[in-house]
């Protein structure tokens, strides 16, 4: 595992939560050289298969940014690379990066950091008092239905209010950035040609999904300042019919397996 007491403080953070994404589609694609400029960045070219936090995007946010992120998926136990402090942690080892604060986002704000959220799905969206927790943990928060699941150009959306924040900031502060990503998200139908809403949703369109990421992913990363260390990951998987299931919120392999990547843009 990478110190994180040497990140912290020298480094801005960026977190991209590919929401929904499912671990096989990502490795399929990448295979297939289908995500040219995801496959550009992950270490070695390919995804790391780890086990979600939580099987639905607030369970798993919630978890992530109290410093429990993705789990290698061999046996641990893993030193976890955030940790707040917590008698009797077994995940906390010398390289964790440890913070006496509710969650990660307080943290690293006093820590010297400007914390910020692009929200994407509905647990990010401020209209209601649970779509307020998550966001409301960073100093600065943005959503708007243009960054949601119904939008086609989701993604688009939120990298174009990713340069304005990234404009406003002073060259001397640290920043640590979270992108929740909507496009995987059902509905995505209309990512795959030929698909239609009477059809719905089906594993293709989530793969034309990832796809259209993969197109915008790269001007993402251009907007971020160096150095910077990044981790790109899925917050849970969902199922398309697998033993009957549809979505999310179970406890099924195709729903805790999630792909996951981290690097440092110098």
Same mark, same amino acid.
């Given at each position: 595992?990478?110190?994180?007491?040497?990140?912290?403080?020298?480094?801005?953070?960026?977190?991209?939560?590919?929401?929904?994404?499912?671990?096989?589609?990502?490795?399929?694609?990448?295979?297939?050289?289908?995500?040219?400029?995801?496959?550009?960045?992950?270490?070695?070219?390919?995804?790391?298969?780890?086990?979600?936090?939580?099987?639905?995007?607030?369970?798993?946010?919630?978890?992530?940014?109290?410093?429990?992120?993705?789990?290698?998926?061999?046996?641990?136990?893993?030193?976890?690379?955030?940790?707040?402090?917590?008698?009797?942690?077994?995940?906390?080892?010398?390289?964790?990066?440890?913070?006496?604060?509710?969650?990660?986002?307080?943290?690293?704000?006093?820590?010297?950091?400007?914390?910020?959220?692009?929200?994407?799905?509905?647990?990010?969206?401020?209209?209601?008092?649970?779509?307020?927790?998550?966001?409301?943990?960073?100093?600065?928060?943005?959503?708007?239905?243009?960054?949601?699941?119904?939008?086609?150009?989701?993604?688009?959306?939120?990298?174009?209010?990713?340069?304005?924040?990234?404009?406003?900031?002073?060259?001397?502060?640290?920043?640590?950035?979270?992108?929740?990503?909507?496009?995987?998200?059902?509905?995505?139908?209309?990512?795959?040609?030929?698909?239609?809403?009477?059809?719905?949703?089906?594993?293709?369109?989530?793969?034309?999904?990832?796809? @259209?990421?993969?197109?915008?992913?790269?001007?993402?990363?251009?907007?971020?300042?160096?150095?910077?260390?990044?981790?790109?990951?899925?917050?849970?998987?969902?199922?398309?019919?697998?033993?009957?299931?549809?979505?999310?919120?179970?406890?099924?392999?195709?729903?805790?397996?999630?792909? @996951?990547?981290?690097?440092?843009?110098?």
């Amino acid at each position: 595992m990478r110190d994180m007491n040497a990140v912290v403080g020298t480094h801005d953070l960026l977190l991209v939560t590919l929401d929904t994404l499912r671990y096989d589609v990502a490795e399929r694609l990448i295979e297939q050289g289908r995500t040219p400029n995801l496959a550009a960045v992950l270490p070695g070219g390919r995804w790391e298969r780890r086990h979600a936090p939580g099987s639905f995007t607030y369970a798993s946010h919630a978890a992530m940014l109290a410093g429990f992120w993705p789990t290698p998926v061999s046996p641990g136990p893993h030193p976890r690379p955030f940790a707040a402090t917590f008698p009797g942690s077994e995940t906390t080892a010398k390289e964790t990066w440890v913070f006496d604060a509710p969650h990660l986002p307080a943290g690293l704000e006093r820590a010297g950091y400007h914390t910020v959220c692009i929200g994407g799905v509905g647990f990010f969206n401020k209209l209601t008092p649970l779509g307020s927790v998550l966001p409301g943990m960073f100093a600065e928060s943005h959503w708007e239905p243009s960054f949601g699941v119904t939008d086609p150009a989701s993604l688009e959306h939120q990298i174009d209010r990713v340069g304005e924040v990234m404009a406003r900031q002073p060259p001397d502060r640290r920043l640590f950035l979270l992108v929740n990503v909507s496009a995987l998200h059902q509905p995505n139908w209309f990512y795959l040609p030929g698909a239609t809403r009477e059809r719905g949703d089906t594993l293709e369109s989530h793969a034309a999904a990832l796809e @259209y990421v993969d197109r915008h992913i790269g001007r993402l990363l251009d907007l971020m300042r160096r150095p910077c260390f990044v981790v790109i990951c899925s917050d849970h998987g969902t199922a398309y019919g697998e033993d009957g299931h549809i979505g999310h919120r179970i406890g099924h392999e195709v729903v805790w397996t999630v792909p @996951y990547g981290e690097f440092v843009l110098c």
